[in-house]
């Protein structure tokens, strides 16, 4: 079991002040999201399953769209501003003087770094403490160090100091041990040597990193511990960076949910947010994407070629090709394939929306269908109701939505357009074709029948020289001489 630590003085600082430029964005990089949530999110829920005493976020660029973020995500936390004063060492200062008289060990998370585990945190708090060291790093060891601070060390294997990229020497830069930017600080040593870092490099920042080399200077103890996993530690500085932290992430959540009992066929082509949640023995085609807070319950189908958005999938169900955002579909019912359910869609117990149907702000039944060809909006719809081919409820006046209301055990013949507000009673019939504008009582028969009226010699008339009308003028006399020639017969 992961080791947490509530009441035994530790504090998170999680920095989510910076820009993100590589990003090339106008959106805040911790803002950025993988898996449902944004970066900071996932730092935050990671942080919090440590249980700390105190949780501090640091923010500055574009601080209000940040500060509500991490106040939804955590609203437990301290939220405090960087000041002008530029650099990570400056962030914690601001962090530290919100923990007030905090005299335990703190932990530093990047609101970049998404994809590290409690275990890790964990293990490097523990590995902290028993060295009673000052200050432990997290490190890891990669192929290509381009970007990142490298991790000094003296002849002996101790950590020296830490050296940002732009400020590293050549045999610097060849360092292939990284700087996560994850750190533990035992906080009295960590206020006293802050203070005495300048802004002497090549950015003009206060370095937190050079707390590093100050602490070796009055010898005292600084640590670093390697990730097990090099690839979760790493930050997400640009959107190559964040598509491959999104796919770690992913391939994370497909296996968890595969050793819960989920059958998903092809781990590669699905994607799950950590917001969603699945059961036991769901099947989860190729192709599908579950998101958001989507809930799927046991033995459903869902996919291939699905996109599921906050919606709630009932037990037994098959949703197939299918589209939808906040719907809810019942337990034994049937979708798709290419249906596309909007915001408000309900489909009861064992009902069926088919083949090409777009449902809006509707209630359908239990027992009820809806086959194919249909637009299904602003709707409500009982039980037992069967809508033929082609249905639409026409909501809109050009003003105002309206609403249809059709009642159980109602079945409507295939074209036919029900133009709201409109009533059709329990247990009603409509006509094929049937434009119904008016309310149909119970049990009655609903049709909008005109006389078929045939125009003799038409095509002829209107479109001379046309293959239709060479083809009509010779069924015409073929038809001439046939009724010729029975006439001759009588």
């Known amino acids: 079991m992961t080791d947490t630590f509530a009441d035994t003085g530790l504090a998170v600082i999680v920095l989510a002040a910076g820009q993100g430029t590589r990003m090339k964005s106008s959106t805040p ?7 449902g949530r944004p970066l900071v999110g996932h730092v935050l829920d990671t942080a919090l399953g440590l249980e700390p005493e105190r949780v501090v976020v640091v923010v500055r660029h574009e601080r209000d769209l940040v500060a509500d973020a991490v106040r939804g995500a955590a609203p437990g936390v301290v939220v ?3 000041d002008e004063i530029p650099g990570t060492g400056r962030a914690v200062e601001v962090a530290l003087d919100a923990l007030d008289d905090f005299a335990g060990d703190v932990l530093v998370l990047s609101g970049d770094v998404p994809l590290l585990e409690i275990d890790t945190l964990a293990a490097l708090v523990s590995a902290h403490r028993a060295g009673a060291a000052a200050a432990t790093v997290l490190s890891a060891v990669v192929d290509d160090a381009t970007g990142y601070g490298r991790v000094i060390r003296d002849a002996d294997g101790a950590v020296s100091r830490i050296v940002e990229q732009k400020d590293a020497t050549a045999d610097e830069a060849s360092v292939s041990e990284i700087n996560a930017g994850v ?4 906080v009295p040593a960590l206020r006293t040597h802050l203070a005495l870092v300048g802004t002497a490099n090549a950015q003009g920042e206060k370095y937190l990193t050079d707390v590093v080399a100050l602490l070796r200077a009055s010898r005292l103890v600084v640590a670093a511990s390697a990730a097990p996993d090099a690839a979760t530690a790493l930050g997400v500085n640009d959107r190559v960076q964040l598509s491959e932290a999104a796919r770690v992430l992913n391939a994370r959540t497909v296996r968890r949910w595969q050793l819960e009992g989920v059958s998903i066929l092809d781990p590669a082509t699905t994607w799950i947010d950590v917001t969603a949640s699945l059961a036991a023995d769901v099947t989860v085609l190729p192709n599908t994407h579950i998101l958001r807070a989507t809930a799927i319950a046991t033995r459903a189908t869902v996919g291939p070629d699905t996109s599921l958005v906050d919606c709630e999938v009932g037990e037994d169900a098959v949703v197939t090709r299918t589209d939808a955002t906040l719907a809810v579909i019942g337990a034994g019912a049937t979708v798709g394939p290419f249906a596309y359910l909007r915001p408000g869609t309900y489909l009861g117990d064992k009902g069926k929306i088919g083949t090409f149907v777009e449902t809006k702000n ?10 194919h060809l249909s637009y299904i909006g602003d709707t409500t719809i009982g039980t037992g109701v069967n809508l033929g081919a082609g249905a639409i409820t026409a909501n809109y006046d050009d003003v105002t939505k309206h609403r249809t209301e059709i009642g159980d055990e109602v079945h409507a013949g295939s074209h036919n357009v029900f133009v709201a507000p409109v009533r059709i009673g329990d247990g009603a019939k409509t006509g094929a074709g049937a434009v119904i504008r008016k309310d149909v009582p119970a049990g009655a028969l609903a049709l909008s029948v005109a006389p078929q009226r045939n125009v003799e010699g038409w095509v002829e008339k209107n479109r001379p020289g046309t293959g239709a009308a060479d083809v009509a003028a010779k069924a015409r006399s073929a038809q001439k001489a046939d009724d010729g020639a029975q006439e001759e017969d009588r």
Request: charged content about 25%; overall charge positive; aromatic content about 8%.
């Open 29 to 35: 990089k911790v803002l950025h999201r993988i898996g």
């Open 80 to 82: 405090v501003d960087q």
């Open 183 to 186: 750190y533990v600080f035992q």
């Open 362 to 371: 509707s209630t359908i039944g239990e027992r009820s269908k809806v086959p």
